[in-house]
């Protein structure tokens, strides 16, 4: 799409450096000086997700985008976004990866940003005895009389809400999903998906880190959105079908959207 040369290089958009696990810091375009601060905050869960990344995120606009990986898996992208906001206090915070859809609404190489995140598999019991933790009267966080911020005290259950959302396409929706599931474990067959679609039928697609980041998020009182490139199937294991260069470059490109509008 962007032709052998990269992305153009819009006005007052620069290279950032890299290392391997972080973009940054950067230095202020007006001011040419470095800056701990960074506005946009974007996690990415994996290397390789990050070096496909790379020739798009590192054109980027204005006074501060940085760049890092976050961790696989929920237990990893939760402490390590919470680690990274409070070293680096950004304005928002924007996860960008891949993930496998769990029906046919949304497409494979496409990429969406998604309104809400819930968590599945936290609660008790497995198969078809699983049972939320909400359904069962415990919210994953019941809120701290000890407030440290506006927002930790503020309880939260299987699902969070109000996700940042750009205009995207035109403001058609077009790159709008309702809810991304999140998992420990990615589906390894129909059942497995046909377990997650019963406990919540309002999935359309599942990946491994967006309620943790959110949930750190919403801790500190910081705004998050989650953009997904949908590279396969869940439940297909059979890599050779998936679509990830196509899935995370997608991504990347509405990331960028996301950002300039932002901005």
């Not at 497995?126 to 701290?144: E, L, N, R, V």
Request: glycine share 12%; net charge negative; with cysteine.
């Amino acid at each position: 799409m962007f032709g052998k040369k990269g992305p153009p290089i819009l006005p007052g958009v620069r290279l950032l450096p890299r290392d391997a696990n972080e973009i940054g810091p950067l230095h202020d375009l007006q001011t040419g000086c470095s800056t701990r601060m960074s506005r946009h905050l974007i996690l990415v869960p994996t290397e390789m997700e990050r070096r496909l990344l790379d020739p798009m995120l590192a054109f980027s606009s204005g006074h501060g985008v940085r760049v890092a990986v976050c961790g696989f898996g929920p237990v990893a992208a939760a402490a390590r976004t919470a680690q990274l906001i409070a070293e680096h206090a950004p304005d928002r915070v924007l996860l960008v990866g891949i993930a496998g859809r769990l029906d046919d609404r949304l497409a494979i190489g496409a990429a969406y940003q998604f309104e809400r995140v819930a968590c599945y598999g936290v609660g008790v019991g497995s198969g078809t005895d699983f049972m939320q933790a909400g359904a069962i009267g415990w919210p994953q966080w019941s809120g701290s009389v000890d407030v440290t911020s506006p927002h930790d005290g503020d309880p939260i259950g299987d699902e969070i809400g109000s996700l940042m959302c750009c205009a995207a396409g035109g403001g058609d929706g077009r790159e709008r999903a309702d809810l991304l599931l999140t998992v420990c474990a990615a589906a390894a067959s129909a059942e497995d998906v046909r377990l997650r679609k019963q406990t919540f039928p309002d999935a359309a697609a599942e990946d491994m880190e967006g309620f943790a980041v959110a949930f750190a998020c919403r801790l500190r009182g910081v705004p998050v959105g989650i953009v997904r490139g949908i590279s396969n199937r869940a439940g297909d294991r059979d890599t050779s079908r998936w679509q990830v260069k196509a899935a995370v470059e997608a991504a990347g490109r509405l990331a960028l959207q996301f950002m300039a509008e932002a901005s």
